[in-house]
């Protein structure tokens, strides 16, 4: 778990100008001319600024995505707009390092990682790609006197609003520019202010493979002021939103004025469920690295480890072992398994509850502390494992969103549902077992969103994941998504004479 120093990776170019807006095709100051540090979360420095939207940047972007929906744009054929987004991918893949490299500058997670959501980003891509006829017309059978010819359309919905969260924003923000490019609407992105420059980099790329200006702004800013104004915009007729639930909670209330629609993907604290039965060479690096990819920064983390009682000794035994094989460092540092938190105010809100654990009586197996020498000015915390824990205590309640993991004893299958489902949340959760019968009876009596069995947090973009309760409603990925960002319309025809 040591860090060397870091390889030495050019400073990309671009950095320098990222503290404008992108806007009708243009990249402007704020109007206020206030500026946001960016910070490199791996060493606390400063990497670019970043415009500091506001309210009056929220009109002038919601003007311009308003207008280029009211132009050709929303009349692109679907061939058109499917050879756009292939564009688009065949750019990604040839900025792929560059795009990596300022997604791991900016929000810590390792090379690896960044460079290998590539792949996984091109496939959603051309998955949006291949959804480009979904604004169809069906005729339909109807029972009405004379001759009526009944027609539903499906059309593009006009602005959306994409407020988008720091832990992975080249790939979060495909969620809403994927389905806005498959259907023709257009939209203004907020991305979150702790990690906005992949966002920023992918407007030239997008202008460079033809989209008109205006289809996609960009207004970077604090959620409380541009994140607020978009989404209380009457303008705006959706807000595509990932992140914490009590965000989401004033993004309903700001819905409200203009009734729009929303999709809200929010907080979780998913249970794993770990039988005796199961693999155990899998199960073990399977439940770690359910918590431990992206330094547990992503919301289907899978934070409650239910082990049953007769392995739960030795299933500690070695999750401590597979920690102590991951590397925490600089991510843009070869082998490094792990990145540091996103920011000082991550770190501290982490390193709270890994305090509170032992004081309301869970045992530390391993981890715990942040690491310090070489690595003591970035936001860097050890895997950790917090071991007898039960459902009641904060650390098994309340989501983390670090590296954190709460092993908690169970029995049997009844008695590890209750406590599975005894959660405010239902993002996401797993079960690991060799029996059949075992993994169809938890999988249906999981109430999330998405359930993973003897694997965890592989998502396809043509089956995709939601959530219930409080971590939210609104599909991502499949043709539910797209159909989300249309509106169906009756056209009733008299064709009487
Ligand atoms: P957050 O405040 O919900 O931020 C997510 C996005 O919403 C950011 O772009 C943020 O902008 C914006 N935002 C914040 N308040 C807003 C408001 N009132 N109106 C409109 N937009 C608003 O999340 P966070 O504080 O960064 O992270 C805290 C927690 O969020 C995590 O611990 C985790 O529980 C959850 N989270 C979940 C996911 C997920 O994938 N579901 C992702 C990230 C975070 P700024 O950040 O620029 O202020
Ligand atoms: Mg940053």
Redesign the pocket.
Known sequence: MQDTKAAPIGRPAFLQGSNRLWIGGQWVPAQSGDEID????ADGSVIARLARGSAADVDRAVAAARKAFEGPWSRWSPNERQKLLLRINDLLLQHAEELATIETM??GAPLARTRGTIGWISGLIRFFASCTGAATATTNSNSLPGRVMALTHKAPLGVVGGIIPWNGPLGGQWWTLGPTLATGCTCVIKPAE??ALSILRFADILTEAGVPDGVVNIVTGYGSEAGAALAAHPGVDKISFTGSTEAGRRIVQASAGNLKRLQLELGGKSPNIVFADSDLDRAVPGAAMAVFNNSGQICYSGTRLFVQRSIQEEFVERLKQFSATLKVGNGLQDGVDLGPLISQRQLDRVMGYVDIGPKEGATLATGGARLGGALASGYFVEPTVFDNVSNSMTIAREEIFGPVISVLPFDSVEDVLRMANDTEYGLGGGVWTRSLATAHQVSQGIRSGAVWVNCYGVVDPNVGFGGVKMSGYGWKGSQEHVDSFLYRKAVYMNIDG
Do not use: V
């Open positions: 960016a910070i490199n979360p900016d929000m702790d990690a």
